[in-house]
């Protein structure tokens, strides 16, 4: 575990908990409390720690996104370790990625920018912009008082869905892994490219200089990432049910024309100029709660009709069918139902042999249980004979007892008696 600096004391009040479920749509069923004598780097067992500021100015929202989870846990931090400037970078790259429908992973997010310790706040991790690959801009350069304003939340399926959330690191860790070399390529250059298009606030193609912050010193991602699988792209992201896509990576992939277009429409369904610059993560950022409320209002009802979309065409592709694939199929399903019925028919047999074999053994139970009762009432008889024996040997023993002393009491008064009367002759002869 990693030692760090004291933190100060939380300044979090339970009006600020409260705000969070009222101003920022957090869940009831989702636990907030107030840290007690917990500080970021020691929480209470079940719970996880968190700042006001990843709400306020980044966008998180509960439950947390699993790829922001999957991420860390690939880079070893726990939550409360990275700034709120580290967390706007990932969830504003996870946002633009969902919505060029591409896989974004560490492996794409240490491309990016730079992991480095955050030497103000030691223990801290923070990100840059690598040189030439700034993609996002009017993200704050510093990130002020968000140290107070910590709390703990419930780790529970409401905070963190279905994320095994064990995986993440609980304690501090004091390094990560170097990632090795990070030379641009033609598919960096067309990542970049993708994520830039398109906004009026991403910086210019070619990139800027890279964008330090003071006292950090560079530490960049674990090289052990391998790539994000595709099934990332129907994960949630930002939202819960409003970003979610019901089609798998392979009919995405069969329906490309289609995505392209769906891109196209959901470009037309924004407000035309005056839309914001970014999603959620900025929009939270600036406070343009309202027009954030209309991008994700309007973000829904274009996953909405891609997925009403998506059902027409496997409707019509199913229609399509020929008869004898159709024929082919009934068959299949007929065959299959014959082997079902012959299945319970067989079932049936053997529930009645378990059955038979259930009252055989219940009898031999009952058989059992009766010479088990037998037995204890021999054992019980013949410990009550043992008994009387035993009282009669000694009341046997008694009587001759009492007999031989009668016995010996006679002997001894006739000798007595014979004994005076020798000693009377003897005196009469004298």
Same mark, same amino acid.
């Given at each position: 575990?990693?030692?760090?600096?004291?933190?100060?004391?939380?300044?979090?009040?339970?009006? %600020?908990?409260?705000?969070?479920?009222?101003?920022? =749509?957090?869940?009831?069923?989702?636990?907030? %409390?107030?840290?007690?004598?917990?500080?970021?780097?020691?929480?209470?067992?079940?719970?996880?720690?968190?700042?006001?500021?990843?709400?306020?100015?980044? =966008?998180?929202?509960?439950?947390?996104?699993?790829?922001?989870?999957?991420?860390?846990?690939?880079?070893?931090?726990? #939550?409360?370790?990275?700034?709120?400037?580290?967390?706007?970078?990932?969830?504003?790259?996870?946002?633009?990625?969902?919505?060029?429908?591409?896989?974004?992973? #560490?492996?794409?997010?240490?491309?990016?920018?730079?992991?480095?310790?955050?030497?103000?706040?030691?223990?801290?991790?923070?990100?840059?912009?690598?040189?030439?690959?700034?993609?996002?801009?009017?993200?704050?350069?510093?990130?002020?008082?968000?140290?107070?304003?910590?709390?703990?939340?419930?780790?529970?399926?409401?905070?963190?869905?279905?994320?095994?959330?064990?995986?993440?690191?609980?304690?501090?860790?004091?390094?990560?892994?170097?990632?090795?070399?990070?030379?641009?390529?033609?598919?960096?250059?067309?990542?970049?490219?993708?994520?830039?298009?398109?906004?009026?606030?991403?910086?210019?193609?070619?990139?800027?200089?890279?964008?330090?912050?003071?006292?950090?010193?560079?530490?960049?991602?674990?090289?052990?990432?391998?790539?994000?699988?595709?099934?990332?792209?129907?994960?949630? /992201?930002? *939202? *819960?049910?409003?970003?979610?896509?019901?089609?798998?990576?392979?009919?995405?992939?069969?329906?490309?024309?289609?995505? *392209?277009?769906?891109?196209?429409?959901?470009?037309?369904?924004?407000?035309?100029?005056?839309?914001?610059?970014?999603?959620?993560?900025?929009?939270?950022?600036? =406070?343009?709660?309202?027009?954030?409320?209309?991008?994700?209002?309007?973000?829904?009802?274009?996953?909405?009709?891609?997925?009403?979309?998506?059902?027409?065409?496997?409707?019509?592709?199913?229609?399509?069918?020929?008869?004898?694939?159709?024929?082919?199929?009934?068959?299949?399903?007929?065959?299959?139902?014959?082997? #079902?019925?012959?299945?319970?028919?067989?079932?049936?047999?053997?529930?009645?042999?378990?059955?038979?074999?259930?009252?055989?053994?219940?009898?031999?139970?009952?058989?059992?249980?009766?010479?088990?009762?037998?037995?204890?009432?021999?054992?019980?008889?013949?410990?009550? /004979?043992?008994?009387?024996?035993?009282? %009669?040997?000694?009341?046997?023993?008694?009587?001759?007892?009492?007999?031989?002393?009668? *016995?010996?009491?006679?002997? #001894?008064?006739?000798?007595?008696?014979?004994?005076?009367?020798?000693?009377?002759?003897?005196?009469?002869?004298?």
């Amino acid at each position: 575990m990693y030692t760090s600096f004291n933190f100060p004391r939380p300044t979090t009040k339970t009006d %600020d908990l409260e705000d969070l479920y009222k101003m920022y =749509g957090v869940d009831r069923a989702v636990v907030l %409390d107030l840290a007690t004598t917990e500080t970021p780097e020691t929480v209470r067992e079940g719970y996880c720690g968190a700042y006001l500021s990843f709400f306020h100015s980044c =966008g998180l929202i509960f439950p947390i996104s699993e790829p922001i989870l999957e991420i860390l846990t690939e880079l070893g931090l726990s #939550l409360t370790q990275i700034l709120p400037k580290f967390l706007r970078y990932l969830i504003t790259f996870l946002v633009r990625a969902r919505e060029e429908g591409l896989s974004f992973g #560490l492996s794409e997010f240490r491309q990016l920018v730079l992991v480095k310790r955050n030497q103000q706040n030691p223990g801290t991790f923070l990100v840059s912009p690598r040189p030439g690959r700034h993609v996002i801009e009017d993200i704050p350069y510093r990130d002020e008082k968000w140290r107070e304003q910590f709390f703990v939340f419930k780790v529970d399926r409401a905070s963190v869905g279905e994320f095994d959330f064990s995986r993440l690191p609980q304690s501090w860790a004091k390094n990560i892994t170097p990632s090795g070399s990070s030379s641009m390529s033609d598919e960096i250059r067309g990542l970049i490219g993708v994520l830039r298009r398109e906004g009026t606030n991403r910086a210019p193609l070619v990139g800027g200089s890279e964008d330090e912050a003071e006292h950090s010193q560079e530490v960049v991602a674990t090289p052990s990432v391998q790539a994000q699988s595709s099934d990332r792209l129907t994960r949630q /992201l930002v *939202r *819960r049910t409003s970003f979610r896509t019901s089609g798998s990576a392979s009919r995405n992939r069969a329906s490309g024309a289609a995505t *392209r277009k769906r891109r196209r429409s959901s470009k037309g369904t924004l407000p035309g100029p005056s839309r914001p610059r970014l999603p959620s993560p900025i929009s939270c950022f600036f =406070g343009e709660k309202e027009a954030y409320t209309k991008v994700a209002v309007a973000s829904s009802k274009v996953m909405e009709a891609f997925n009403e979309y998506v059902v027409v065409m496997e409707d019509h592709v199913m229609a399509s069918r020929n008869d004898k694939e159709i024929e082919s199929i009934g068959s299949e399903i007929k065959r299959l139902s014959e082997e #079902l019925e012959a299945t319970k028919r067989e079932g049936k047999k053997d529930a009645k042999k378990i059955e038979a074999l259930t009252e055989d053994w219940k009898r031999i139970h009952q058989g059992n249980e009766a010479l088990t009762t037998q037995v204890v009432a021999q054992k019980a008889k013949v410990a009550a /004979l043992g008994v009387e024996r035993d009282r %009669d040997i000694r009341r046997a023993s008694r009587i001759a007892r009492r007999d031989i002393e009668q *016995r010996y009491q006679e002997i #001894l008064e006739s000798l007595k008696d014979k004994w005076t009367s020798k000693k009377k002759e003897v005196s009469a002869e004298i």
